[in-house]
């Protein structure tokens, strides 16, 4: 078992958290469309980009039938991942939209 977690411990860790941005991506007007497909392929290609480029940390495509489509965590402000969102060529063809949130997390977090 895990030693107990102390307000100094935590104190100490929180000091140490970073600015980023959540995206949330959901299904846009043209999601069903014929071209969608395509869209979509384009879209993971510039996410494998922005991953190997160190900006999108964390991207998880939800997997359930929602509207809620993906989400990530940008290393970016609010105003660079809007830029960024709003270039993505699915957002720009209506198969998605998009919604940010700054958020606040630790450096080097990551999945198992």
Same mark, same amino acid.
């Given at each position: 078992m895990t030693d107990? +977690? *102390?307000?100094?411990d935590m104190r100490r860790a929180l =000091?140490?958290?970073?600015?980023y941005t $959540? +995206? /949330?991506l959901s299904a846009g007007p043209e999601y069903g469309s =014929?071209? %969608?497909p395509a869209l979509v392929w384009e879209h993971g290609r510039r996410n494998f980009a $922005? &991953?190997?480029e160190g900006v999108l940390n /964390? +991207?998880?495509? +939800?997997?359930?039938? @929602? *509207? *809620?489509?993906?989400v990530g965590i940008l290393d970016t402000d609010l105003e660079t %991942?809007? &830029? /960024?969102? @709003?270039e993505d060529p699915g957002v720009e063809a209506g198969v998605f939209t998009f919604a940010l949130h700054p958020v606040r997390s630790f450096p080097g977090d990551r999945l198992a």
């Open positions: 107990p +977690v *102390t307000d100094d =000091a140490g958290t970073k600015a $959540l +995206v /949330i =014929a071209e %969608a $922005l &991953r190997a /964390i +991207v998880c495509p +939800v997997t359930d039938d @929602s *509207t *809620t489509c993906g %991942a809007h &830029r /960024i969102m @709003s």
